[in-house]
């Protein structure tokens, strides 16, 4: 299904709405919960990265969306496209610290580190504490890449964006997701935020989205 882009009216602005908690799931090892890192790894390797850690039975992630891609002399082929370069998200039940991430580090060559969070305390080895993304966010950005036939990008919208008001999509593919619009050249824009690492955005039709949070025009 097509969505439709129209231009977008007066800017707004508003504060955004904190998504519903998804529903605990049992990690690859066997016990509930966990919590995801984000590993770093080489550019076109992600998958090869994931494969390998799925393979020894963590749960494994790359944010992928698969696109049909059109050739001029040949048939329409789909086509698996990585939107978040060099970083595979991984659950791990405890995360490993000292001697253990050493070890870790040498048994998983193909990961050169993990995403810190340096808005959080430093760990008692002096290093600032890991990333951990909440399941709810995963699930939000697995729902978005599969649910859209648009591109859908990732980064951190530069000032050419204005950003609006906290929204939820009503119809159209992306109907039930919430997340902040944002404006670019007379274009609206449905954002997701994943915290402590990027902004996800497809263009959506203003018709497609109704307001949240009681948020207010300038």
Known sequence: MNVEIVQAE??????????EEATPTVSAVGVPGGKWYVAIVKRNSEKTSRDKLKAEGYEAYVA????????????????????????????MDAFPEGNALSSFFKSHPYISS????????????????????PDSQIQQ???????????????????SFTIGQTVRAVYGPL?????????KSGKSYFCLE?????????????????????????
């Open 10 to 19: 007066t800017p707004l602005t508003g504060t955004p709405c904190r998504a």
């Open 64 to 91: 992928t969306q698969t696109m049909l891609r059109r050739y001029a002399k040949r048939k329409p082929q789909e086509v698996e496209y990585v939107r978040i370069p060099a970083k595979v998200f991984v659950r």
């Open 114 to 133: 993990f995403m810190p969070d340096y808005a959080r305390n430093r760990t008692e080895w002096g290093r600032p504490a890991y990333a951990e993304i």
């Open 141 to 159: 950005v697995r729902d978005i890449l599969e649910d859209t036939e648009r591109e859908v990008l990732f980064g951190i919208p530069d000032d």
């Open 175 to 183: 109907r039930g997701h919430e997340g902040t619009l944002a404006y």
């Open 194 to 218: 994943i915290k402590g690492l990027d902004w996800a955005r497809v263009q959506i039709s203003a018709a497609d989205i109704e307001l949240l949070c009681g948020s207010v025009s300038k």
